[in-house]
């Protein structure tokens, strides 16, 4: 396999599992083309790269540069924007866990408490209802609250630990 088809290949499936965990592929083919690019990426060479329109990169690029994982970049003498995304995997991974945390997990939270909360003990039905959506929510805090803690101490040892371990 060539270099350029390596590299396809390798935006092409990057944008694909980026739909599986809720963002647009075009958004997560953008950030993998910069991820691997060695030097800031133009808007225009993004657009020629993966055949999209100017608004659908620019709206794209805005929604990364928003989740703090691409950065706008400028150049000595250019008047066009260069884009760079960030290179660091650990920060790379708590940066989309904070933003997705923000996006999903805590609106879930808020729903969750609110369904668990109802004034509902009438039936049997309702008895369960109330029971296993507030296991949810417990289950669901827990959860975010590790993730909190993880991303919040990533200088710590136990906390590298934790994402050695979930990266085997």
Do not use: C
């Amino acid at each position: 396999m060539q270099f350029k088809e390596a590299k396809n290949k390798f935006v092409q499936t990057w944008g694909a599992l980026g739909s599986q965990w809720g963002i647009n592929k075009t958004m997560a083919q953008i950030h993998a083309l910069l991820m691997v690019s060695n030097e800031p990426v133009s808007m225009e060479d993004i657009m020629e790269e993966l055949q999209i329109s100017r608004g659908n990169a620019s709206m794209n690029i805005r929604a990364l540069m928003d989740w703090g994982i691409v950065y706008k970049e400028y150049k000595a003498g250019e008047r066009r924007e260069f884009f760079i995304a960030e290179k660091d995997l650990d920060e790379l991974a708590v940066k989309i866990s904070r933003e997705r945390s923000k996006r999903e997990i805590k609106p879930a939270l808020k729903v969750l408490k609110e369904v668990s909360s109802i004034e509902a003990y009438k039936t049997e039905e309702e008895k369960h209802f109330i029971e296993q959506t507030g296991k949810l929510y417990e289950f669901v805090l827990k959860a975010d609250n590790v993730l909190d803690k993880i991303t919040e101490y990533k200088d710590n040892w136990l906390a590298k630990l934790v994402v050695k371990i979930m990266k085997k």
